[in-house]
């Protein structure tokens, strides 16, 4: 399992009212997406509302992805903290619960130096014997991996990925050239997957692909088959999807989709609130547009 490629959704934590995460329906989302033919799971990343869970819910998530994968595909599990302490902790128990791979994030409150930024992702990756996938999203991160840090840690011997949500595709272009083999990319939701594909990429790790699978299996399959053209238009269709998950928020927008579809996942978490009826209506308008 040590090789990753393909659609990777970011999955949503369903967690009720009273803070329980609703595991029969993570369960069942699971096992459809497997149906749909994606190549890995990834709980706990931006779609799965990480900064706002604490410990229990957080383990809660990874081990109902990992029982309900039962080995067909790769979990890759969300780790994030504003300590490199507490993310070392987390790496080592979702390595023990059966995770596959580690997705890296960093929060910071303060800002930190890029020597600081490096030793958090070292640290994470001495800690564990599963690869190790680095997250950057300059949006939403206070403290980002420059292009010098992330050609240090491709030298590392299980940082071998890299998830990058800059809405910037030549970036991604940069890290391929400095880094070649040593960090294989991943798009996100913010770049457009079958540009990303053309230029290298091994696939995308996002929250649509939870409401989309089969069409971003089948967007997959016609990258990989080199028929571009075809690839496109479908490409053009989806991005509806991509365009409703960048105007609300993320969590709220998926969650929405999956309702509509008939998974009971709930709101996000408060703060957060769920989508308007307006907002919702967009949603759905996008998803029938793409069935």
């Not at 780790?79 to 994030?105: E, P, R």
């Not at 980002?144 to 011997?157: G, M, S």
């Not at 998830?163 to 910037?168: C, H, P």
């Not at 960048?246 to 509509?260: D, E, M, S």
Request: some cysteine.
């Amino acid at each position: 399992m040590s090789e990753f490629h393909g659609v990777f959704p970011y999955l949503v934590s369903p967690v009720g009212a009273d803070g329980a995460v609703r595991t029969e329906v993570l369960g069942k989302l699971c096992e459809d997406l497997i149906g749909a033919g994606v190549h890995g799971l990834t709980p706990l990343g931006s779609t799965g509302e990480f900064a706002y869970l604490d410990a229990a819910q957080r383990t809660a998530v990874v081990q109902t992805t990992v029982e309900a994968a039962k080995g067909r595909v790769p979990v890759v599990a969300g780790v994030a903290s504003t300590s490199t302490a507490d993310a070392v902790a987390q790496a080592k128990a979702y390595q023990k619960l059966g995770a596959d791979g580690i997705l890296a994030i960093l929060e910071a409150y303060f800002p930190l130096t890029d020597a600081q930024v490096e030793s958090y992702f070292r640290a994470i990756a001495n800690a564990v014997d599963i690869p190790v996938v680095i997250y950057t999203n300059p949006q939403f991160q206070r403290s980002d991996l420059t292009l010098d840090i992330i050609a240090r840690l491709a030298e590392h011997p299980r940082i071998g990925y890299i998830k990058d949500a800059s809405t910037n595709t030549g970036r991604l272009l940069s890290i391929m050239n400095r880094c070649g083999d040593a960090l294989r990319v991943f798009s996100a939701s913010a770049h457009i997957p079958a540009a990303v594909m053309l230029i290298g990429g091994l696939g995308w790790m996002a929250g649509p692909a939870c409401i989309i699978p089969r069409q971003s299996v089948a967007l997959y399959d016609l990258c990989k088959a080199g028929r571009w053209e075809d690839a496109m238009a479908l490409q053009r269709r989806l991005w509806r999807i991509n365009e409703a998950f960048a105007r609300f928020n993320l969590a709220a927008c998926i969650k929405a989709g999956l309702a509509i579809q008939g998974y009971d996942v709930g709101d996000p978490v408060p703060p957060q609130a769920p989508l308007t009826v307006e907002a919702r209506k967009v949603v759905e308008a996008a998803l029938g547009q793409v069935s």
